[in-house]
């Protein structure tokens, strides 16, 4: 059966390529099969000391409040035991005067995570067919290792140690941001690549994009056109000023060290850029290594 990947703050599956995301946030998740949405799927820490009943109970409680639907436990389908076999499950139901859905929450000790997955709507095999194909290849992914972000038509791979600070997926414009105590790194993606460079080459709209943080970081341009796209590299010349380095000493949030690169290539039809800000001297070849693991998929 075809399939496709889905990679998002710390989770991983696969699900029929007619299943699309419509809408997501930190930890959360909604699947559209190309009708209406379907699929919802949560997750939470819950360190290494997990109490099924209790915590059950806490996040009914919580649905039912913002909802005002009633969650009832139920048995487990028997086409999911095998692919949840590994977790302590609880399954459960819920119906009101407009739709039905069905569900269950699960814990991954190795990961300390909860995880909490409903299909809304009738259970057909299209979506018998979906849960058991996201149970079998659901993953979590390990802070001290990897971690795959795949969304929509981007793809990157980064440490598993950097979490997500703001996202935006608009028409025409994606971004991811990621941080940890020293790294912010932000990963776009533009498209149609050949109507935005229509009247402009990519280093007039990279100056545009980046202007804010060339001019904050001090950062100069250097452009690269070839037979099938173009990049534009911006780099210091010079470090931070004696003074930014001090305030970045005092507040973490402040990164004076910068580095952008935007690629843009005509077989994608897209644009894609790097910014990488950080608390310390960055490596000349830092955003280009980035580049090795972020790319657009079909």
């Known amino acids: 059966m075809d399939r496709k990947n889905i990679a998002w703050d710390g989770i ?3 699900v029929p390529p007619e299943f699309e995301v419509s809408g997501i946030d930190k930890r959360f998740l909604q699947l559209d099969n190309g009708e209406h949405p379907c699929i919802e799927l949560r997750w939470y820490d819950a360190g290494r000391t997990y109490k099924e009943k209790t915590y059950f109970r806490q996040l009914a409680k919580k649905i039912e409040s913002a909802s005002g639907l009633k969650i009832e436990s139920t048995v487990l389908p028997a086409s999911w ?3 949840l076999k590994k977790y302590n499950t609880t399954a459960f139901y819920w119906q009101s005067d407009l739709a039905t859905g069905r569900g269950v929450m699960f814990y991954c000790k190795k ?6 997955v409903q299909f809304i709507g009738k259970n057909d095999e299209q ?3 979906a849960a058991v194909m996201l149970f079998e290849s659901l993953k979590f992914s390990n802070p001290d290792g990897d971690q795959c972000w ?6 990157a791979t980064m440490p598993g140690s950097m979490e997500i600070e703001s996202f935006e997926f608009k028409p025409g414009r994606f971004s991811i941001t990621l941080s940890d105590q020293t790294d912010t790194v932000s990963l776009y ?3 149609p690549a050949d109507v935005i460079l ?3 080459t990519l280093g007039e709209f990279s100056k545009k994009l980046f202007d804010e943080d060339i001019k904050k970081m001090g950062l100069s341009i250097a ?3 070839y037979g099938e796209g173009s990049t534009c590299m911006f780099g210091q010349e010079k470090g931070p000023s004696t003074a930014a380095l001090a305030l970045s000493k005092l507040s973490p949030k402040r990164r004076p060290y910068g580095q952008v690169e935007i690629r843009y290539t005509q077989e994608s039809n897209r644009i894609l850029a790097v910014m990488v800000k950080s608390r310390q001297h960055i490596p000349e070849d830092r955003a280009k290594n980035i580049f090795k693991q972020y790319e657009i998929v079909q």
């Open 111 to 116: 990961a300390g995570k909860v995880m909490l």
């Open 198 to 200: 229509k009247d402009c």
């Open 81 to 83: 035991k095998n692919p």
């Open 12 to 14: 991983s599956f696969d």
């Open 127 to 129: 979506i018998d067919s």
């Open 150 to 155: 795949r969304i929509y038509d981007m793809k």
């Open 223 to 225: 452009e690269l056109e």
């Open 189 to 191: 993606r533009f498209s």
